[in-house]
């Protein structure tokens, strides 16, 4: 039988200026962010490349990420339009990301890229408990992925340090970086999807000191965006 730790967690989950708040038992999440990018408001990304905009805004996120055996999924839209409806276009560009480990456990992630939105990343989650002493342990067992997420195309993987030093002070960080990703319009535009997943294992250990603490996923902005258009 798996091991059940008591775990809250605080889940930070920012999708390209993405704001939303959730509450839930036992735990809450926040997701905040500056405004930046060209866009004009505070929930999208924008730049242009010739006559073409690129432009990556916030989709659905996930916070099943509160006890061990638990996701968090941040998504993103990109989606490229151009001007003069008459011209196919190739276009490229960097989509990059940052994750930040509170926790005192190593965190693995994936970076996907998909066809279509996916409206609920991650389901099955059961909460599961049991009496260690005094003390009540949870975890999850069942959380499944989305499988249009996990049947789309897998860009990039990685894992996320543990947080280190005494009570945890110094977190772990990874950067997500995904150089070369392309969008191939027909006339006038072309999107597709990225949802970055981080998976949160239920170890066999106590992860007694994880709790309260945070995990951040963030997919933040398009770099290095060239485009050749085909008259």
């Known amino acids: 039988m798996e091991k059940k730790n008591t775990i809250l967690l605080t889940v930070i989950a920012v999708a390209t200026l993405l704001v939303a708040v959730v509450g839930a ?7 905040t962010a500056t405004p930046e990018g060209n866009g004009g408001t ?13 432009e990556m805004a916030p989709v659905t996120v996930s916070n099943d990420l509160k ?5 968090l999924v941040v998504g993103a839209s ?3 339009t151009d001007s003069d409806t008459t011209n196919d276009f190739d276009l490229t560009y960097q989509l990059n ?4 480990n509170g926790t005192g456990t190593e965190l693995t992630w994936t970076l996907y890229e998909v066809a279509s939105q996916v409206a609920t990343p991650v389901t099955g989650c059961t909460v599961n408990e049991v009496q260690v002493g005094e003390e009540t342990r949870y975890n999850y067992t069942g959380c499944t992925v989305d499988a249009t997420i996990l049947g789309g195309t897998e860009v990039k993987t990685g ?8 009570g945890l002070v110094t977190p772990g960080t990874a950067t997500v970086t995904a150089t070369g990703e392309t969008l191939t319009s027909s006339n006038s535009g072309a999107a597709t999807y990225y949802y970055l997943v981080v998976e949160y294992p239920n170890k066999e250990s106590s992860q ?14 398009l770099t ?3 485009s050749v258009v085909h008259s």
């Open 159 to 166: 894992t996320v340090a543990a947080a280190t030093g005494e």
């Open 208 to 221: 007694d000191a994880d709790q309260g603490k945070s995990v951040t996923a963030t997919l933040k902005d």
């Open 25 to 31: 038992t036992f735990a809450y999440f926040t997701a």
């Open 97 to 100: 990301g940052t994750i930040s």
């Open 78 to 80: 990109v989606t490229a």
């Open 67 to 71: 006890y061990p055996g638990g996701f």
């Open 224 to 226: 290095n965006a060239q």
């Open 42 to 54: 505070d929930t999208v990304n924008t730049t242009t490349v010739g006559d073409i905009e690129l």
